[in-house]
């Protein structure tokens, strides 16, 4: 009864049994179902045809497919269970969500960050909302990615929920962390390498002035070539962020 009179149904894969039948409850009220997930749970396969937004960490799509582009990964996960959306958080640099056959990138805010702890889950409870409220794609992981950068600007997990108007604010009047740069701009360049590396290694979401890290740049350089689309520059990013973890670069931070 309490799944039954709700609006919407948010669940995580912990206890994956309990989560499997509350999604397919909600599934039979016609309540739409988000989920918070980025470790493989064993039996999670019953849980995905009964998920209608599915935002994942940035590693989860690979791992849950086998498939290493993480764009394929995602559309693969979107077209095996049939979800509305399909998405990935990515840190430092907002969201991905594919949606009818189509990709939507949303970049984060750039803010004074002074802990990150709690900031997925501000996103997931903004995402919810934003669900709730009716708003498009887009605007929705714009207004998450607001209020995840909003929670950052404080001590704590619940450091600083901030209000709905400090999140219009922000995403009226706030800088956006940029993916693609010019390859042709050495300093543009290096901005890029640093995005990447903030990306790929722990660490808060603010600016960073370090240097790349030299093993990082052969692939930085070639991560965009003239005539690539942002969408193959974000891919870029997206390799070269799972491959860097691959290799265990967390000794390449100062």
């Known amino acids: 009864d309490h799944i039954a009179c709700a609006r919407l149904l948010h669940i995580d894969g912990h206890d994956t049994p309990a989560v499997a039948r509350a999604a397919r409850i909600a599934r039979q009220h016609g ?33 849950w497919t086998g498939e290493s582009d993480p764009l394929r990964a995602l559309t693969l996960i979107q077209e095996t269970y049939g979800m509305r959306v399909a998405a990935m958080t990515l840190g ?51 207004f998450s990615n607001a209020m995840a950068a909003l929670n950052c600007t404080a001590l704590g ?5 901030a209000t709905l108007e400090e999140a219009r604010s922000l995403i ?19 901005v890029r390498a640093q995005a990447v590396r903030e990306s790929a290694l722990p ?3 603010g600016a960073v002035d370090r240097p790349p890290a030299p093993a990082l740049l052969p692939g930085i350089r070639r991560a965009r070539e003239p005539g690539r689309s942002a969408a193959g520059d974000l891919l870029g990013v997206l390799r070269l962020r799972l491959s860097v973890r691959a290799r265990g670069a967390v000794g390449h931070r100062p």
């Not at 739409?32 to 493989?40: A, K, L, N």
């Not at 997990?157 to 929920?161: M, Q, T």
């Open 172 to 190: 009226a009047r706030g800088e956006r962390r940029a993916v693609a740069a010019d390859p042709g701009t050495p300093d543009r360049r290096h």
């Open 203 to 205: 660490g808060p979401a």
């Open 92 to 142: 430092a640099h907002g969201a991905l969500a594919r949606a009818e056959g189509r990709f939507h990138y949303s970049p984060a805010f750039v803010v004074n960050c002074v802990d990150t702890t709690g900031a997925g889950d501000i996103f997931h409870g903004a995402f919810c909302y934003a669900v709730l409220e009716g708003l498009d794609l887009d605007a929705a992981l714009e």
């Open 31 to 63: 309540i739409p179902v988000t989920v918070d997930v980025d470790t493989i749970y064993k039996g999670f396969e019953d849980v995905l045809p009964n998920v209608d937004y599915l935002i994942t960490s940035s590693e989860f799509p690979e791992r």
């Open 157 to 161: 997990a619940r450091g600083r929920i």
